[in-house]
């Protein structure tokens, strides 16, 4: 009796510790533990790769020199300056990009603060330092810098900004 006793023990120790090793190896390879702010996206489909790291490049290249290498934004983003406009708000989960559908997104780097500007009925008043980059970027890395952008941001903020992106008329 004793000897099954130990058995059994021995295999739910083994099956305890594969489930705990799977789950680690989970964490540190697809998971939060896998680097960044632990908010990355688990998962990048294959056909997306080429597009996040031209994403990635054109985000070093024209976006991080107002919102971060790693897209964290300006200290106090949220707050006014005296001028009129915000600092350069995070990409990532932490900020608003999320909000806005992907055509959004598209024309505010397209068009720049302008486009926000004209956009009167949502924003009152509201005055936008954010370049144009239409002439500098072509449409295939505008897109791919969204792609880029959409890595920075968990899970729920992906769901959340797909909704919008189906919902949205524009």
């Known amino acids: 009796m004793k000897g099954r006793r130990w ?11 594969l489930i705990l090793g799977g789950a680690g190896v989970w964490w540190f390879a697809w998971g939060p533990g896998a680097g960044g702010n632990g908010d990355s996206q688990d998962f990048i489909w294959p056909l997306e790769m080429t597009e996040l790291a031209i994403g990635r490049s054109v985000h070093r290249t024209y976006c991080a020199q107002c919102h971060g ?37 598209y024309r505010i780097i397209r068009d720049g603060g302008k486009f926000l500007e004209e956009q009167s009925d949502e924003m009152l008043g509201f005055v936008s330092a954010m370049p144009a980059w239409g002439d500098s970027l072509s449409p295939k890395e505008i897109q791919a810098v969204i792609i880029y952008i959409k890595s920075l941001w968990g899970p729920v903020e992906l769901a959340f900004q797909e909704y919008v992106t189906a919902s949205s008329v524009n």
């Open 7 to 17: 058995i059994w023990s021995m295999r739910a120790f083994i099956y305890v510790s």
């Open 69 to 105: 290498i790693q897209g964290v934004g300006a200290p106090n983003w949220a707050q006014q300056h005296s001028n009129g406009t915000f600092p350069p708000p995070p990409h990532d989960s932490t900020g608003h990009a999320w909000h806005h559908s992907d055509n959004y997104l």
